[in-house]
């Protein structure tokens, strides 16, 4: 069965302290993909990123980094110098063979971001 | 990305009646919608995955009597909550997709309350 475990169910910071948002995952695929969306108050989800098991090379999009580890079954989330806008639940997802199989989302880690 | 809509964003209806959400694609052909529920302040489930033109295939323990899904064409889908209860009161999520290898598109959510 397939598992994703956000340990930490919220995090609070001030502006412009980096945070990292963790993933731990299970699943017995070979091939897999791996996803993060952010849920603002609002409700929507919004995507972020999506990764496949074979690419372990870690990403950097503006202000956010992510870090796929297959060794440790992880896929942590980084914000660099954040930002109030970026408070919101962030969740973590997996999928099966094909990208958009059935989705397993993590429990999700609310993020404050404190001016 | 491609546009998924979502009606009504917000709906209020007594016990015991019956309520219709509606999921469409509004830029792309969705040969399957999923359907997900979110409680406060939790994760979503996937509840369904229906594909144009046949039956929806729910997950366990989600009613297939209760939740009606149809998805009679290639840019909707409906989830109707019949005789509902306080207890179904939840975020009701859509996600659709054009072809299996293909990203899954989240709409903004329906909330239903349920008095």
């Known amino acids: 069965a397939q598992k994703v475990t956000q340990a930490q169910t919220e995090i609070s910071v001030v502006e412009k302290e980096d945070v990292t948002l963790d993933c731990v995952y299970e699943?017995?695929?070979?091939?897999?993909?791996l996803f993060w969306y952010k849920q603002p108050p609002s409700g929507e989800l919004v995507f972020l990123i999506r990764?496949?098991?074979?690419?372990?090379q870690n990403e950097i999009s503006g202000r956010y980094s992510w870090n796929f580890q297959k060794s440790t079954s992880s896929f942590n989330f980084t914000i660099t110098a954040s930002q109030v806008v970026d408070s919101a639940v962030y969740f973590c997802?997996?999928?099966?063979?094909?990208?958009?199989?059935?989705?397993?989302f993590g429990k999700g880690t609310k993020l404050t971001v404190n001016p | 990305g491609a546009v998924v809509s979502q009606h009504p964003s917000r709906v209020i209806c007594k016990s015991g009646t019956s309520v219709k959400i509606e999921c469409r694609s509004l830029?792309?052909?969705?040969?399957?919608m999923f359907w997900y529920r979110q409680f406060p302040k939790k994760s979503l489930m996937l509840m369904a995955t229906?594909?144009?033109?046949?039956?929806?295939?729910?997950e366990q323990g989600v009613e297939k009597d209760k939740f009606l899904i149809n998805h009679a064409s290639l840019t909707l889908s409906t989830l109707t909550v019949t005789s509902a209860h306080p207890e179904d009161s939840s975020f009701y999520i859509c996600?659709?997709?054009?072809?299996?290898?293909?990203?899954?598109?989240f709409g903004p959510g329906t909330r239903l309350t349920v008095t």
């Open positions: 830029d792309f052909q969705a040969t399957t």
């Open positions: 996600s659709a997709r054009f072809g299996s290898q293909d990203e899954q598109y």
């Open positions: 990764r496949n098991s074979f690419d372990e």
């Open positions: 997802a997996l999928s099966g063979q094909g990208g958009s199989e059935k989705l397993v």
């Open positions: 229906s594909n144009e033109g046949s039956k929806a295939t729910y």
């Open positions: 699943t017995r695929d070979t091939t897999y993909y």
